[in-house]
């Protein structure tokens, strides 16, 4: 393997880009938080106002 001048490594674009890959992983791990955050503030709700359902 051919050992990179310091020259030519500043010549190197890229790796540094924002992909839809990304931003669609951004966003599904949001939509998971917040989905986590609903059912938690549900179960604390419904266990502080006794509603719970019998297992």
């Not at 051919?2 to 939509?31: D, N």
């Amino acid at each position: 393997m051919k050992e990179l001048s310091e020259q030519e490594m500043l010549k190197i674009i890229g790796g540094a880009s924002i992909s839809a890959t990304l931003i669609s992983s951004l966003a599904r791990g949001a939509e998971l938080s917040f989905e986590v955050g609903q059912c938690l503030g549900s179960a604390i709700r419904r266990l502080l106002s006794g509603k719970m359902c019998a297992i």
